[in-house]
């Protein structure tokens, strides 16, 4: 222990050069110093105010009793290892160790392990749980499923190594031997809570066809004990796996005595585990012996009804005509109807022959109609033929006048007069500078007659002829032309 009391320099006392100096780091230092080597290792009992989980994962919270509160701090390595899940107004026992913050100027304890404070505690947490998870309706009668009556695979959720699974296989093999698969958990202790409920949700994922079997049925087991000892089963978590198994679940866990939630969440409760066996199968025997019972009424009532049947059919047929009776006369009447068909089949068809005959006399011969056309064309042949040749002539006129039109506007007949038509090798010439030097020329004449030329640098003097002189045009040739002249 550090003693900070100020030490006697033989100067006056409560001077102030006599008193040390500290920083408030080495206040804090020595305070933090002084609480550890104290209060090293503690059992502190309170009630949890305050509860939270930081992000990190530590825990926080206050135990408080009626006259002080003390601030708590679990840290994230140590919380995956409580036994219990510290939750607001829980009492418990905290063990770890008192230091302080420097930080805040607080002290803390440093909890490493925590417990219930007594039996009480843990009724008063238990019923408290079970209030809440009632409340959120886990428990409701109508969230609960029928067990299947004879299911062909079972999983049980158990320790492997006690005898409760050796009491369940022999108890099933008495009654109906069935396929067993056993996912061993702890079911006490640290950790088995979390065990027991993934076990139940991995039954529960298992795919229907797969390698492994999906059971049919599940069964939570575990043999009797404390309160303390059947805790897991008490947990939320497997509260809520139980809840939330899509495939029925008997729980089995303790003695007759002994109540769990997980009880309240199952689809049945066996106050035994070697019960919840007998719960899960039939016995073999007494069902041979059953289907046995019901095969014999079955049949004894087969033949009574059979029997009565026949004696019902026997009366019944005593009221009836004989059929080979019914049958003679239903033939009789067949013949009867065939004969009336034929008979009138016979005279529907001369019927209707008698009325084609009747048509085709009233129809005249195609040869006279071919005779009544042809006469009836004589006459607009006659007046066709009248009328042909003058249409003829009009319309040779009008040609003929149309193809003196198109003569006159020739230039065949310009090239009579003594023009000539000038091509290049692009076409024809109609400018004097599109002609160069040496550049070959096609001139076309009157009558379709060609020469060539060549293209010189200067034009040619040539004297233009003289025209010719003009015949006497008659007047009364113009007179002979009814469309004029072009020219």
Not at 262 to 289: G, H, K, Q, S, W
Request: proline share 6%.
């Amino acid at each position: 222990m550090t003693d900070f009391s100020p030490q006697d320099d033989g100067g006056p006392r409560g001077a102030p050069g006599n008193v040390p100096e500290f920083s408030v780091s080495e206040i804090s230092l020595a305070v933090k110093r002084t609480l550890e080597g104290t209060f090293e290792r503690v059992r502190v009992r309170g009630e949890i105010s305050g509860f939270k989980r930081a992000a990190s994962g530590h825990l926080y919270m206050a135990l408080k009793d009626e006259n002080a509160v003390l601030d708590a701090v679990c840290w994230r390595g140590t919380a995956g290892r409580l036994s219990i899940a510290p939750e607001d107004g829980m009492e418990v026992i905290a063990t770890g160790r008192v230091t302080s913050y420097p930080g805040r100027s607080k002290y803390q304890i440093v909890v490493e392990a925590l417990e219930l404070a007594g039996e009480g505690a843990l009724l008063k947490l238990l019923e408290d749980r079970r209030r809440k998870l009632a409340e959120e309706g886990l428990f409701d009668a109508a969230r609960k499923r029928a067990l299947p009556f004879l299911p062909e695979v079972i999983g049980v959720v158990t320790s492997p190594t006690g005898a409760v699974i050796r009491d369940i296989l022999h108890r099933l093999a008495d009654r109906f031997p069935r396929r067993v698969l056993v996912w061993p958990v702890l079911v006490q202790g640290e950790g088995a809570a979390k065990q027991v409920a993934a076990a139940i949700q991995g039954f529960n994922a298992l795919p229907k066809d797969g390698k492994v079997p999906r059971p049919d049925l599940l069964i939570v087991a575990r043999g009797g004990g404390s309160l303390e000892d059947l805790w897991a089963f008490n947990e939320e978590i497997v509260v809520r796996a139980a809840a939330e198994s899509a495939i029925p679940l008997i729980s089995a866990v303790g003695h007759e005595t002994d109540t769990t939630l997980i009880d309240y969440a199952a689809d049945r409760r066996a106050p035994t585990p070697t019960a919840a066996a007998e719960m899960a199968v039939p016995v073999r025997r007494e069902l041979l012996m059953l289907a046995g019972e019901l095969q014999r009424r079955l049949l004894g009532a087969a033949a009574r009804r059979v029997e009565e049947l026949r004696v019902e059919l026997l009366g019944l047929g005593r009221g009836l005509v004989d059929p080979k009776r019914l049958l003679e006369e239903m033939s009789q009447r067949l013949d009867d109807r065939a004969e009336r068909l034929k008979n009138c089949w016979i005279a529907f068809l001369r019927e209707r022959q008698a009325r084609v005959d009747h048509l085709r006399a009233s129809l005249p011969h195609p040869r006279q109609l071919l005779a009544v056309k042809a006469e009836q064309l004589t006459g607009p042949a006659g007046r066709l033929d009248s009328v042909r040749p003058r249409l003829l002539g009009e319309r040779q006129r009008d040609l003929d006048g149309l193809n003196r039109v198109l003569e006159s506007v020739s230039y065949k007949k310009v090239l009579q007069r003594g023009y000539a038509v000038v091509r290049g090798p692009d076409g024809a010439i109609t400018r004097a500078e599109q002609v160069t030097p040496g550049l070959a020329l096609d001139l076309e004449f009157a009558n379709d007659e060609h020469a060539t030329a060549v293209g010189g640098d200067r034009p040619v003097d040539v004297k233009p002829p003289k025209p010719a002189s003009k015949p006497a045009v008659k007047k009364k040739a113009e007179s002979d032309n009814p469309q004029g002249s072009l020219l």
